[in-house]
């Protein structure tokens, strides 16, 4: 009896061992499994790691979407500001006289009419006025750019104190208003006996357009890789040749686009103009468009805009034509060296 009851205690303590044994295994399999480095927790960490990404990816595009729409609303209020004038000034050149009057003015002319132009025409010589100002700034861009390359190509390429203090200089000439400098030019001009004359609006044209010619030329030159001529020099090309032959083609959107502003400050300049030129068959175009303007300072309106409308689109014109020769240039200096 006591034998078989050990034996049954042996059995059921060795089952209770085994049983324990095992629960005791699955428990601290379990716990080891818990336990497992980076099994359980990775998933979760990789998941929000994403996430962040994701959200950083999403928050990243709407603020460059937020800029990029700002920019162009900037733009196109820009170019609002600047188109808003002359679409005025064409609606104002095809109004009859009676909407030119009208307390509700509209953008678009009711009964278009080229009357304007006619009479424009006939009150003023604009043909001889456009011809004046066409030569004036013809003669003096070509001759600012003459002057300013060479002087440009020394500025750019051999850098000191006294280059830079040049350059300081143009700058600063460029602060200068025109009042300042009128009465000693008027004073040169007339020791010369070149007052009222068009070589000396020529003279003054070109003495104003060099230090702005010089300044943007000088940049252009900087722009040209100096090895370049390095390179020509050890082929066995001389100074001028390398001037020409290598400089000069990579200086010609510059020069094209300097010349390009030089005119059209000297076609839109009315200050000297209206300073040193007396007789009526010498005036350009902007001063004969002050004879527009009555005696009381009542503006012949229709007239005006008309003859203000064709004393803009050669400007524009040009700029059209030579479009590609100034974005060219404004990228000259994107070679790399």
Do not use: C
Not at 86 to 112: C, D, N, Q, V, Y
Not at 122 to 146: E, F
Not at 191 to 209: E, F, K, P, Q, T
Not at 283 to 302: I, K, N, R
Request: glycine fraction near 10%; charged fraction near 15%; hydrophobic fraction near 50%.
């Amino acid at each position: 009896m006591s034998g078989t009851h050990d034996s049954g205690s042996t059995d059921i303590g060795g089952t209770e061992g085994r049983g324990t044994d095992g629960d005791g295994t699955k428990e601290g399999s379990g716990t080891k499994d818990l336990g497992a480095p980076g099994r359980g927790s990775a998933p979760h960490g990789a998941g929000r790691t994403g996430t962040a990404r994701r959200t950083a990816t999403r928050t990243g595009t709407a603020r460059r979407t937020a800029t990029r729409t700002g920019q162009y609303a900037a733009l196109l209020g820009y170019l609002v500001f600047l188109a808003f004038p002359f679409l005025w000034l064409i609606s104002t050149a095809f109004k009859p006289p009676r909407e030119l009057g009208s307390m509700h003015p509209t953008w678009i002319p009711e009964a278009p009419t080229l009357e304007n132009f006619r009479q424009a025409f006939a009150q003023q010589p604009l043909p001889a006025a456009a011809g004046n100002s066409l030569l004036a700034a013809a003669v003096s861009a070509l001759i600012a750019i003459v002057l300013a390359t060479p002087m440009a190509y020394v500025l750019g390429r051999y850098r000191n104190r006294l280059s830079r203090a040049a350059t300081g200089w143009v700058v600063i000439s460029q602060a200068f208003p025109l009042v300042l400098v009128i009465i000693p030019l008027f004073l040169i001009l007339k020791g010369l006996h070149l007052v009222d004359s068009r070589i000396g609006l020529i003279m003054v044209y070109v003495v104003w357009s060099l230090p702005f010619a010089l300044w943007m030329l000088t940049g252009y030159v900087r722009a040209v890789p100096p090895e370049l001529e390095e390179a020509a020099a050890v082929d066995g090309a001389g100074r001028l040749r390398t001037l020409v032959s290598v400089t000069a083609p990579l200086l010609a959107p510059g020069i094209v686009a300097t010349a390009l502003f030089s005119f059209i400050t000297a076609w839109n300049e009315f200050f000297f103009a209206l300073v040193l030129l007396k007789s009526p068959e010498k005036q350009t175009l902007p001063v004969v468009l002050t004879h527009f303007l009555g005696a009381e300072g009542v503006a012949d309106l229709g007239p005006l805009a008309a003859a203000a409308l064709l004393a803009t689109l050669p400007s524009l014109l040009l700029f059209a034509v030579i479009q590609r020769r100034i974005t060219g240039g404004m990228l000259a200096g994107a070679v790399k060296s």
